[in-house]
């Protein structure tokens, strides 16, 4: 396994993007040699998981820095419209998408695939389970995003089995 397919959580999602956890500054390096050209940051700036300076070492390695502050317990329609103004302002670019454990990530990204690419909510839920089960915070979320854009089989909803969501 290489050092970017090393990150936690790490998902290629197309030949142009991925997401992961918080990488540290060595998969930052390494993401830079593969080709990447930018990476974007939905973690809060909490120094119990993020690096100290990450936009200073994605800045010397000359990619591009953006960040999204996402509040994992209460995610915001207006966090996955910035993120979906980001990726089609770097569409084309090689780009990594990241918060600490790929949660945040995960989910927004799958959302902005079913949104801009078309993917399918079952589609968008399989590459979310790649990394997670998710809470009822974010299965919450999820569906509603889906009823709001009228995204894929909106009918389905979830329920809690064992402490964790299931699509129902």
Known sequence: MDRVEGIRGFVRV???LSTGGQPTADEIRALAEQGYKAVVNLGLLDPTYCLDD????VASLGMEYRHIPVVFGDPQEE???????VLDHLAGRKTFVHCAANKRASCLVALYKESRDGWSAERGDAFIRQVWEPDAVWSAFVAQVRRDRGLGSTGQTSRAVGGRCVDA
């Open 79 to 85: 966090e996955l419209q910035a993120l979906g103004a």
């Open 14 to 16: 197309s030949e142009k």
């Open 54 to 57: 990450e936009a200073g070492v």
